[in-house]
């Protein structure tokens, strides 16, 4: 009697023609990868880690170079008119940004012919966007090796699973099987998404680098053209 009432509050507590839902959480899905499955994902989550601190560093070292007193460029000229080259200097020490720096190099040239002037100013510009680059090409590297990780995950899994096949017997068992087609899906998925940041991650600085270069070269061109002026 005790048995048969267990039952029937059994049968209550699940109503008939009504299914037990089942919820994986993101945890328990990268563990149900195995030990390979985990591995992988581990490591892209260290990729994922260097491209989100490349990018937010980048990104606030551009929009920090980005940054000049629209008034800037106007004072260099006037001091440079009135023969003050060492307030001129001073002026570009105080902003301390790649177009001052740029046109700071140039200051320093004045005296000598203009195409002497042009090369130190593009020499310095090179070093200028070398800087801007810094580290960004290693955010191109991570989208284009993080899928590829990803699928090597899958390659394993497939590899877990056939080898499951293959001692089974014959008799295929999707529990079995799981195992493998979890490492699959998982680091499959991972791969591509850490791909994904990372490729828009890298085109978003590109974007910002090349509005700071442009400002480089206007600025450069500006205070050229400055010294090509008739006295």
């Known amino acids: 009697m005790i048995l048969l009432s267990n039952i029937q509050d059994g049968a209550e507590l699940v109503p008939e023609g ?15 990868g195995g030990t390979a499955g ?8 260290v990729l994922l880690f260097v491209a989100l601190y490349i990018y ?8 920090a170079a980005s940054k000049i007193d629209a008034n800037f460029m106007n004072q260099i000229k006037d001091h440079v008119s009135h023969g003050k080259i060492d307030s001129a200097q001073l ?9 001052s720096r740029l046109i700071n190099k140039g200051i320093t040239r004045i005296g000598k012919p203009l195409a002497d002037i042009n090369t130190a100013i593009e020499n310095a510009g090179r070093l200028e966007v070398y800087e801007l680059e810094k580290n960004v090409s290693v955010l191109a ?33 999707i529990k079995l099987l799981a195992d493998g087609l979890y ?24 974007v910002k680098t090349d509005k700071v270069i ?7 061109l500006e205070f050229l053209d400055h010294l090509n002026e008739p006295i």
Do not use: W
């Open 18 to 32: 009504e299914s037990v839902e089942k919820t994986l959480s993101i945890i328990e899905l990268i563990g149900s």
């Open 38 to 45: 985990m591995i992988i994902i581990a490591i892209l989550f």
């Open 56 to 63: 937010f560093e980048r990104l606030f070292a551009i929009k």
């Open 91 to 99: 002026l570009c020490a105080q902003v301390n940004s790649p177009v």
């Open 141 to 173: 590297t991570i989208s284009g090796v993080a899928p590829m990780i990803g699928f090597l995950g899958t390659v394993i899994g497939m590899i877990l699973s056939i080898f499951e096949i293959a001692n089974s017997g014959g008799q295929i068992d």
């Open 183 to 206: 490492t699959a899906m998982t680091t499959t998925v991972g791969g591509l998404i850490v791909g994904i940041v990372a490729y828009m991650a890298y085109n978003h600085l590109v």
């Open 214 to 220: 442009y400002q480089m070269e206007a600025n450069s």
